[in-house]
């Protein structure tokens, strides 16, 4: 007598042969394997119409959150509002969401295996992130406060507004977490590693390493291209970027661990919310509206950031290695995690996804 147990693995082994069945008379329809494989929609199209769907609706989003007309120098340097950022991120992640829920529906996955699992470890995750955040942040300013390298002067809120700046601004920047997350560590980031995993494949058929290295790649490209993003920001400096990309690089690492975006999103929610908002120092040379208290760099902008706020001192460099130690002390792979990396062994499905 099977066991209820067996029956489910007898069930989920059925539910994989019919997909499989489904993928092989699909690609069949199609005619021709260049659009399709084994395993559905090759990546490298799935990519290209991803970015189709979603350049039109990002503009839009940009268009609809940005004040129009040229503003001069002194408008240009105001402090951002909660009000503005949180419209912004949360209508990008909005739309980002929907384009992975097309993309979903074309490669007959849920659109929450791009970084979103439901596993029940996430709401854990989130709030250790944010605590971790919270913590490093702190050390990070400790570091440039009892070094003579940032000075508060002043207290700004009184109680009653800082609380209402405190909510907002935490709606603001988990949407900002959401939003970046999820575009540069979400889909991209899972296309990509297979992409990169089926070209590793094309030279190498029985490299045991593809899925790592293809992980690997796609993470150094995305994160320095994060990095470079920054570049628009008013008051970024070149340290500003190199530690823009080492962050996006300790991100993926607690991607990699995890197979989720859950402790990253906590991590970089609580980072900027009380970098902007309770130390109110300048983020990416920009300041926010209804910070808690004034500051201001001194000494060598190598060391406090300069205009470009602690993110461009070379003291972050120093906090990332120790948030990647945290990493990898405290978070172990999720064995419920259905991504290529989380056992570092090649199925048939992923290793055929490019061939």
């Known amino acids: 007598m099977n ?28 005619g021709s394997p260049i659009f399709f494989g084994a395993a559905g929609l090759r990546p490298f199209w799935g990519l290209l119409i991803y970015l189709a769907i ?9 268009a609809f959150s940005t004040p129009q007309g040229n503003p001069s120098p002194a408008e240009a340097v105001q402090p951002f509002s909660p009000f503005t950022v949180a419209t912004r991120e949360w209508l990008l992640f909005g739309f980002l969401f929907f384009a992975t829920w097309i993309m979903s529906r074309i490669e007959d996955r849920s659109v929450f295996d791009n970084g979103l699992q439901q596993t029940p470890r996430r709401c854990r995750w989130l709030a250790t992130g944010a605590c971790w955040g919270l913590l490093f942040l702190s050390l990070l300013i400790a570091i440039l406060w009892s070094t003579h ?23 603001a920047f988990v949407g900002v977490a959401f939003f970046e997350e999820f575009c540069f560590r979400g889909y991209l980031q899972f296309n990509l590693t297979r992409c990169f995993a089926g070209l590793i494949r094309w030279f190498a058929p029985n490299a045991r390493f593809a899925d790592a290295a293809g992980f690997w790649i796609a993470a150094v490209l995305i994160s320095f291209g994060f990095g470079l993003i920054h570049k628009t920001n008013p008051g970024e400096s070149p340290l500003g970027l190199l530690c823009a990309g080492s962050a996006g690089l300790v991100f993926a690492f607690s991607l990699w661990r995890t ?12 980072w900027d919310w009380v970098q902007s908002f309770l130390f109110g120092v300048a983020d990416s040379g920009a300041l926010s509206q ?18 470009t706020g602690p993110e461009g001192s070379v003291f972050v460099l120093l906090v990332l290695l120790l948030i990647a130690l945290v990493v990898t002390f405290t978070l172990h792979r999720d064995p419920t995690a259905d991504v290529p990396w989380s056992t570092g062994q090649s199925t048939n499905a992923s290793s055929s996804t490019l061939a």
């Open 259 to 270: 197979g989720s975006l859950w402790w990253a999103i906590g991590l970089h929610a609580a």
């Open 149 to 171: 390298h940032l000075v508060f002067t002043a207290v700004l809120l009184r109680p009653l507004p800082a609380l209402g700046y405190g909510l907002a601004w935490i709606v």
């Open 290 to 307: 209804g910070r808690l208290l004034e500051s201001h760099p001194s000494g060598s902008a190598l060391m406090s950031g300069g205009l």
């Open 3 to 30: 066991s209820p147990e067996d029956d489910l693995n007898k069930d989920a082994r059925r539910d994989r042969l019919e997909m499989s069945a489904a993928q092989h008379n699909l690609t069949s329809a199609m």
């Open 54 to 62: 979603l350049a039109p609706m990002v503009w839009l989003a940009i």
